[in-house]
Each structure stands twice: as C-alpha cells, then as structure tokens.
C-alpha cells in the first residue's frame, strides 16, 4: 500500500491551496483518512479526518478555513486550504487506516508528505 500526497507548493498569505492524496496498491477497505502537518521544528499535529461514511472532523486551528473531502471509488483525499497563513508552513502529510483484506486489521499508513509554504 502507498499513499502519495501532492499538490504543495508556495503561495502569498490568503491565498490557497488543494492538496491531493492518493491511496493505491493491495486495499480492501479505508476507515478513514487524515491530513497531518508538521512544521518546522515542531511536532506533528492532526488537522483533518474524513471517515468512509463521509464524516469530518478538524482541528481548531484550521476550522473554518480548511476543508477535507474524499473519492472513496478512487481511494483518494483532498485539503482544500483557503486564507492561508505563514503559520501554515509546513510539511503536510496524508494518512489512512487500510486493511488489505476482510481477515486483516486496519493498519496505519503514511505518504511521503508535500511542502507547503506561505510567504509573501
């Protein structure tokens, strides 16, 4: 199983971005996904989670400015980040609880991560 994350880059404050992530190889079945970041110097903090059901949850700090959204047919999550702050450097990351089988149990997986920078 491999997860690659995508769509980082640098923007000026308040300005936005989508990431992508993309969950591919032997999957049975997603749980849920999240979107992590960890910025420089700092530890890594959850922003962001979608269940296969389709519920979300975030972090205070991004509420009302992220949104986290999924395409379970095509095994894949997205970051819509808009009014985006220096803060908001950092290192994003995607997550996935994956079994690979009906007789396997769910199982932590992480992509490579994808940089985002926030400066004018």
């Known amino acids: 199983v491999q997860l690659q994350a995508s769509g980082g880059g640098l923007v000026q404050p308040g300005g936005s971005l989508r990431l992508s992530c993309a969950a591919s190889?032997?999957?049975?079945?997603?749980?849920?996904m999240f979107w992590y970041r960890q910025p420089p110097g700092k530890q890594r903090e959850l922003l962001a989670t979608?269940?296969?059901?389709?519920?979300?949850a975030y972090a205070d700090s991004v509420m009302d400015r992220f949104t986290i959204s999924g395409d379970n047919a095509k095994n894949m999550v997205f970051l819509q980040m808009n009014n985006l702050k220096p803060e908001d450097t950092a290192v994003y990351y995607c997550?996935?609880?994956?079994?690979?089988?009906?007789?396997?149990?769910?199982?932590?997986?992480w992509g490579q991560g994808t940089l985002v920078t926030v400066s004018s």
């Open positions: 190889g032997d999957i049975f079945s997603i749980n849920a």
């Open positions: 997550n996935a609880d994956i079994r690979t089988s009906r007789f396997d149990k769910y199982r932590s997986y």
């Open positions: 979608i269940t296969s059901e389709g519920g979300t």
